[in-house]
């Protein structure tokens, strides 16, 4: 391979890169626009969410056809063919993180109207801060290359899952309280369910990154607390 192919090559690889880092900064900012929404009951926020929901599909397509153009280009072979395969699934979580996202969008334009009470709101803040934690920690780690960093990630999984157990259990207790709850509620759970999935996306980007620097799978067992995966939303 040319030094003018190899250096070409370098810049389609860094290209990716700077994509997935752009696709992360959206990720990132739907979620706290998201959850912001939903604490002020903000439907012209949640629109936003919702809009921008396109452009992180589009960045999503975007890298997949990319990647697959140089895979099948360039042929490339151990380290640089993680590097495009890593970039792909992470892509993917990353398009996955905005999808719940805008489902929260879509609840607050759905809550609208309704009888609300904000303090059973800081419940869904507070995981929606851990979640948020994990996914810029991650995504730090991707820019860094950094294993090490990555299995941190994966290892708190299990914080963000008791939360979600905790505040599950929380809520139910405000709508036995309070039958005027009962529809608020139900919309919070669903709500802190796709805050939950969204630390799952962000422990898979660990294992992405994990893939990428060692060349070898983490194994199928996570440490997980959540007691309702069978009857939450």
């Given at each position: 391979m040319s030094q003018h192919t190899v250096a070409a090559f370098d810049e389609e690889l860094t290209e990716l890169a700077g994509w997935i880092a752009e696709m992360g900064g959206l990720a990132e900012r739907m979620l706290v626009s998201a959850v912001t929404a939903l604490a002020r009951i903000d439907t012209d926020?949640?629109?936003?969410?919702?809009?921008?929901d396109y452009r992180l599909d589009a960045?999503?397509?975007?890298?997949?056809?990319?990647?697959?153009?140089?895979?099948?280009?360039?042929?490339?072979?151990?380290?640089?063919?993680?590097?495009?395969?890593?970039?792909m699934r992470i892509s993917s979580?990353?398009?996955?993180?905005?999808?719940?996202?805008k489902n929260i969008a879509k609840r607050v334009i759905a809550i609208n109207g309704q009888y609300q009470s904000q303090r059973l709101v800081l419940g869904v803040e507070h995981i929606s801060e851990?979640?948020?934690?994990?996914?810029?920690?991650?995504?730090?780690?991707?820019?860094?290359?950094?294993?090490?960093?990555?299995?941190?990630?994966?290892?708190?999984?299990?914080?963000?899952?008791?939360l979600y157990t905790s505040l599950f259990r929380e809520l139910l207790t405000y709508m036995m309280e309070d039958p005027r709850n009962i529809t608020f509620c139900t919309h919070l759970l669903f709500c802190a369910k796709n805050i939950e999935r969204i630390g799952d996306h962000a422990t898979n980007i660990a294992e992405s990154?994990?893939?990428?620097?060692?060349?070898?799978?983490?194994?199928?067992?996570?440490?997980?607390?959540?007691?309702?995966?069978?009857?939450?939303?």
């Open positions: 926020l949640a629109q936003t969410v919702i809009a921008d960045a999503q397509r975007r890298i997949e056809e990319n990647g697959v153009a140089i895979i099948a280009r360039r042929q490339p072979m151990a380290r640089d063919l993680r590097e495009i395969v890593a970039a979580d990353l398009e996955r993180v905005g999808d719940l996202a851990i979640a948020l934690e994990q996914l810029k920690f991650v995504l730090d780690a991707y820019t860094a290359r950094d294993e090490v960093a990555a299995r941190v990630v994966r290892e708190r999984d299990g914080e963000i899952d008791a990154i994990h893939y990428l620097a060692t060349g070898e799978q983490l194994g199928p067992d996570r440490p997980k607390h959540d007691e309702f995966e069978a009857t939450s939303p």
